[in-house]
């Protein structure tokens, strides 16, 4: 990894790890994560891990400060490109903003079915409700604002983009992120395991329905 | 497993829920903690009754609730105060109850705090979602909010009732005090806005909630720096402080992750009192140390 992780104080139990961009949460999610499953005494008794956009939050720590301590000695190696299991997608590219997007894209309404099916993604974290995952891999001149004004109900399934991020809705919700279509996956049902088809780590690809 | 008894809603209250220790462990997924905001007065009705502390209880706001017996079964109320009845009769708060099968138990308004809890021997035992039968409002995960004509199955007992135990009743709070540890974000605030939090006159708003603790009144919280923060992962007890300059105090079903400054945090001990504070009630922050 190519900065350092700094590591701030929340609390008594819990240490908010810093870094600068979403390659290196990516990567240090994963090293707190293979460190805990290798049974490192100094990660025992945490309960949650939860990677955002630039931190990644450790709760549950017994000594925070030791455990800066020690972090700020850690071999961080990147996530390869191949690495976390895939999930593959079907979306029909209708969405009521798919014109908009085009529009600040820059190209056909057509096209945009096929950018972003040619965009790796990789749920970077989640969040917002459960199995939301924000997933980024969209390169920088497609990032987007969000609408001026929210809508007050998103349908369920909706693929919708703001920011860096791409997203799959849930269940039925408010929400601003422009939708450009819409899939019948099923991201989120607390009865199967695992319940979060996005989960962070995950790599997706999105692909046309009946295509 | 049949339940061989259970308890049907006859008036559900304000706001009834089940509850236990709530689903830590799941928040990477966009999963709240949720859970008991009391936790002591949600483990000591377990305790009276020899359940385990995850046991699932109910959690009233305010104005109690009034349960039938389907089977006989046995009960114990803790928490926020309140008149407790069988059947009509006066019974007793803070101790085993037996309530006769067709009796109806009735948890009454909280003399004072908040949150009234009703444990039964055997726990409620309702679906669980993730290993928790906690209701979670924010994210709808669990059993609905009670309404009348539910019947809620009882678990088996797992052992006998314990009895008599030592029972702290609190006096009515006329301040709620609340211990915050700085950090992670506590640098985004002046120093002089962040000490004059203990000197604020603050009080508990009446638009607080199982997700957060809301307050008024006193001096808003100044941002020594401007700019957005990015979403990141929050803790129970976070204390956020959103575009008002006001904090909340992030509760049992508080979001795993915000985009807020997140100025310090509050400790796990300090939360009952928080769950029981009643709108009004004013609030005092002190810094401790880092």
Redesign the interface.
């Known amino acids: 990894m190519t900065g350092a992780v700094r590591a701030?104080?929340?609390?008594?139990e819990?240490l908010?790890l810093e870094v600068d961009s979403a390659a290196e949460v990516a990567a240090l999610h994963a090293e707190v994560l293979r460190r805990r499953a290798a049974g490192d005494p100094w990660l025992a008794g945490v309960?949650?891990?939860?990677?955002?956009?630039?931190?990644?939050?450790i709760?549950?720590v017994a000594a925070p400060e030791a455990l800066a301590a020690r972090i700020a000695g850690w071999q961080v190696p990147p996530v390869a490109a191949g690495e976390g299991p895939e999930v593959t997608v079907p979306v029909r590219f209708d969405g009521p903003d798919l014109a908009e997007v085009a529009g600040r894209w820059g190209v056909a309404a057509g096209e945009v079915a096929g950018i972003v099916t040619g965009t790796p993604f990789r749920v970077a974290?989640?969040?917002?409700?459960?199995?939301?995952?924000?997933l980024t891999g969209l390169p920088e001149r497609f990032h987007l604002p969000r609408r001026a004004t929210p809508r007050t109900a998103v349908p369920a399934g909706s693929l919708a983009l703001a920011g860096e991020y791409a997203g799959v809705y849930p269940?039925s919700s408010p929400g601003g992120w422009q939708l450009v279509g819409r899939t019948d996956a099923v991201l989120w049902d607390?009865g199967r395991e695992p319940?979060?088809l996005f989960?962070?780590g995950v790599r997706v690809r999105f692909v046309e329905a009946g295509a | 497993m049949r339940p061989t008894s259970g308890l049907e809603v006859v008036r559900a209250g304000s706001l009834t829920t089940v509850q236990d220790l709530g689903r830590?462990?799941?928040?990477?997924?966009?999963?709240p903690r949720s859970g008991a905001l009391d936790t002591e007065a949600h483990a000591l009705a377990n305790r009276l009754l020899g359940n385990p502390a995850d046991a699932a209880t109910l959690e009233t706001t305010l104005d109690g609730v009034a349960l039938r017996a389907v089977g006989t079964v046995t009960v114990a109320v803790t928490g926020a105060p309140c008149p407790v009845r069988v059947a009509g009769r006066p019974a007793a708060w803070g101790a085993p109850v037996r309530v006769p099968n067709g009796a109806v138990l009735e948890v009454g308004a909280a003399a004072y705090g908040v949150r009234s809890h009703v444990a039964v021997r055997g726990g409620f035992a309702v679906p669980a979602?993730?290993g928790s039968r906690a209701t979670d409002l924010l994210?709808?995960?669990g059993p609905p909010v009670l309404t009348a004509g539910t019947v809620l199955p009882v678990g088996r007992p797992w052992g006998p009732v314990a009895g008599a135990d030592t029972l702290r009743v609190p006096a009515p709070p006329t301040e709620l005090v609340l211990p915050v540890?700085?950090?992670?974000?506590a640098d985004w605030f002046t120093e002089e806005s962040v000490a004059a939090l203990a000197r604020g006159a603050y009080r508990v708003s009446s638009a607080g909630n199982r997700i957060g603790l809301r307050i008024e009144g006193g001096p808003a919280l100044v941002r020594a720096r401007g700019g957005e923060l990015?979403?990141?992962?929050?803790?129970l007890?976070?204390v956020q402080v959103p575009p008002n300059g006001l904090p909340v105090v992030f509760l049992a079903d508080h979001?795993?992750?915000g985009g807020y400054p997140?100025l310090?945090?509050?400790?796990h001990e300090a939360l009952a009192g928080a769950a029981q504070a009643r709108p009004g009630v004013a609030v005092r922050f002190v810094m401790v140390g880092?």
């Open positions: 701030l104080p929340v609390g008594a819990a908010l309960r949650d891990v939860v990677p955002a956009a630039r931190t990644v939050l709760d549950g974290f989640c969040g917002f409700a459960p199995g939301f995952g924000y269940r607390p319940a979060a989960a962070p | 830590p462990g799941y928040a990477h997924l966009g999963v979602v993730l994210s709808g995960l540890r700085p950090g992670p974000r990015p979403s990141e992962g929050i803790v007890g976070a979001p795993v992750t997140v310090g945090v509050v400790p880092p």
